[in-house]
């Protein structure tokens, strides 16, 4: 006879707790924020346009009657990223959750997608700046927050590009996203395995504190590629399709709560299985 008093159920309820999404604005930004609200969370949406972030956490507050405030912040800016982790306290209280998953591709894409042979070290410093260096700097601010109140987790966003292999050339013959050539970047690949190494040692740091640090790792995410790349994309992997964003957010809701209490210095990859090959 079972004699446990534990609620399984409960122990995904993130109801009073408050989250911290950076780049939250964003394609899978955005339904990051929606799915921890939806579990209870206090969200403090967080990117670089204010405008964008504080419209965003009405809509939230609005549809899952949760606390949400829009904070802007530039993550690879020390003083900046102290007054937002010092706005979000003053506005919901201590920080639970963070999930450190800003990232940008530069202010030209042109520049972002070049080649290797052309790529500038000034797009290449742009690009770690953001994916790396505040990455680096949120988790730093946000996480000695939570290893003084001995508890809290955080969720680094990677990449399957970075954190287990380099990207297939084959499959960008004729691909665009949003009508221009692409391909996957060096700055790319670099910052997201830097990610995975940074979440690892993070973990190990503070694992006696009570804080929980781990890697969610998207493959490919339907977000204005054309069907070429679609098509080329999805012949790689075993369940033969391309991810739907939503398919991201219960590994992160999983990751944030407390269903996750043992889990610290993993890296969870959501691929359809292409890392399995």
């Not at 419209?55 to 530039?74: H, N, P, R, W």
């Not at 998953?101 to 070049?114: H, I």
């Amino acid at each position: 006879m079972m004699n446990n008093d534990i609620s399984y159920k409960k122990q995904f309820d993130l109801s009073n707790k408050v989250a911290v999404v950076t780049g939250a604005t964003g394609i899978l930004g955005k339904l990051f924020c929606a799915g921890l609200a939806e579990f209870g969370a206090k969200i403090a949406v967080v990117d670089l346009e204010a405008d964008k972030a504080e419209i965003f956490a009405k809509e939230l507050q609005l549809k899952y009657g949760t606390e949400c405030v829009g904070i802007s912040c530039d993550v690879s800016n020390l003083a900046s990223v102290k007054r937002m982790a010092s706005s979000v306290e003053k506005s919901l209280g201590a920080i639970n959750i963070l999930h450190n998953n800003a990232a940008t591709k530069g202010d030209n894409l042109e520049s972002f997608f070049a080649s290797l042979e052309n790529y500038s070290l000034e797009t290449w410093r742009q690009i770690m700046a953001v994916n790396l260096d505040g990455l680096f700097l949120v988790a730093q601010e946000i996480g000695s927050r939570m290893a003084s109140n001995g508890k809290g987790s955080i969720i680094q966003t990677s990449s399957i590009y970075g954190a287990t292999m380099g990207p297939d050339q084959r499959i960008y013959k004729g691909s665009k996203y949003m009508d221009m050539p692409i391909n996957t970047p060096p700055s790319y690949s670099a910052s997201k395995a830097g990610v995975v190494g940074l979440t690892n040692y993070l973990a190990t740091y503070w694992a006696d504190k009570g804080v929980r640090v781990n890697t969610l790792t998207p493959g490919g995410v339907k977000s204005g590629q054309n069907t070429i790349f679609s098509k080329n994309y999805s012949e790689r992997v075993p369940m033969g399709r391309m991810a739907d964003g939503n398919e991201m957010v219960g590994t992160l809701v999983f990751l944030a709560s407390d269903a996750s209490s043992y889990i610290t210095g993993q890296n969870i990859f959501i691929d359809g299985g292409l890392s399995a090959w």
